[in-house]
């Protein structure tokens, strides 16, 4: 599942449909447009709990270390990447402690390095 937070929903359409067909297309990829649309795909999938979860910090609704608490409790076997453009020490330490977060990656990132992140997790 990815997720991406954009400055509009048709920017972020267009930028994780790139991402789906560029670096993640050896994946099967679930998009979400909100914390909220990834709980319902998550909830909706039922006992099969994704592989991995790539989720923005920062975003309308519920927040990127609030949404991997969710995933933890629901499936924690799943691994999470928190990508954010900000650096708030607070919530990063709360994803890592309560959301089990595998990575971190800052924005701007490198295609190639975030690839490598969920080829390693």
Not at 34 to 55: H, M, P, R, V
Not at 78 to 93: E, F, H, K, N
Request: hydrophobic share 35%; charged share 25%; aromatic share 8%.
């Amino acid at each position: 599942m990815i997720q991406h937070k954009a400055s509009s929903p048709e920017l972020a359409n267009v930028t994780l449909k790139s991402l789906r067909n560029s670096i993640f297309r050896d994946f099967n990829v679930t998009l979400a447009s909100s914390g909220e649309e990834a709980l319902c795909c998550i909830k909706e999938n039922g006992s099969k709990c994704y592989d991995i979860i790539l989720t923005d910090q920062r975003m309308k609704g519920i927040q990127g270390s609030d949404l991997l608490k969710e995933v933890y409790g629901l499936c924690g076997e799943t691994a999470s990447i928190l990508v954010t453009g900000y650096v708030d020490m607070p919530s990063l330490i709360k994803a890592i402690n309560e959301g089990r977060v595998y990575g971190y990656m800052g924005k701007p990132w490198e295609p190639d390095e975030l690839k490598q992140m969920v080829y390693d997790s």
